[in-house]
């Protein structure tokens, strides 16, 4: 019998821990995806300083360093890094005269983003 209880123990903590990741992840991913969609599109970027559209731009960036260590514990490697580069571009681009660029910047870290919360999603319903 406790074997069982055992064995029914460690079920419900992996359980809960994939839960708990899964809603971390979609959260955290959601959250820096609406903050980049909230970004000034190309045409926009025209009416405001190259400072101000960086600092928003490394706030963002900020909230990613922060949650990446989190994110990468349960996320392939590769999908993490390639988040880092776009977010990377997309800081260049910001204050770059291309703001077209900035554009496809902003479309490449959400791609980013989405393809973390995807793998994410199948992980949880292959484990559940």
């Not at 960036?61 to 514990?73: D, E, F, G």
Request: aromatic letters at 6%.
């Amino acid at each position: 019998m406790k074997t069982f209880i055992t064995a029914c123990t460690i079920i419900a903590v992996i359980i809960a821990v994939t839960v708990l990741d899964t809603v971390f992840v979609t959260k955290t991913t959601n959250e820096l995806i609406t903050d980049i969609e909230d970004l000034p599109d190309s045409e926009e970027t025209e009416n405001i300083s190259d400072q101000k559209l960086q600092a928003q731009v490394e706030k963002i960036q900020a909230m990613w360093n922060k949650k990446k260590k989190i994110v990468a514990l349960t996320v392939n490697h590769s999908y993490v890094a390639a988040t880092d580069l776009a977010f990377d571009n997309l800081s260049g681009f910001a204050i770059s005269d291309e703001k077209a660029d900035f554009e496809t910047a902003k479309r490449a870290a959400i791609l980013a983003l989405q393809n973390i919360a995807q793998l994410e999603g199948k992980s949880f319903d292959t484990i559940i």
